[in-house]
């Protein structure tokens, strides 16, 4: 496969899936442990006026946690679009020196 003058193996890119499917698990569970985190600071805040308060002013924390989902759903989708280009490609160049 050629892009832009760089070539890649079957293997390479297969190693590029693998280390997606990685990158989507280290993903996944900082996003658990940010909601785990959000979560106990929430409880602690209560549900007052300050806490209410405070969640409506740190927007961002909620944010946060949508952002870590969707790089990890990202991360896990592109894991699974290069292990099939990796298949594709081992089937080409399989095809190629039958």
């Known amino acids: 496969m050629e892009r ?3 070539s890649y193996s079957a293997s ?3 190693g590029l899936a693998g280390a997606m499917d990685d990158l989507a698990g280290r993903l996944r569970d900082v996003g658990d442990r940010y909601e785990t985190h959000k979560v106990a600071i929430r ?7 300050y806490g209410q308060t405070y969640w409506r002013t740190h927007e961002r924390l909620e944010a946060i946690g949508t952002a870590l989902q969707l790089l ?7 894991g699974g679009r290069l ?4 298949a594709n490609h081992r089937a080409t160049d399989e095809a190629n020196n039958s």
Do not use: C, V
């Open 43 to 49: 409880k602690a805040l209560g549900d007052d006026d």
């Open 83 to 86: 292990g099939q280009a990796s």
């Open 12 to 14: 390479q890119i297969k």
């Open 4 to 6: 832009k003058g760089a």
């Open 72 to 78: 990890t759903a990202t991360a896990q989708r592109e």
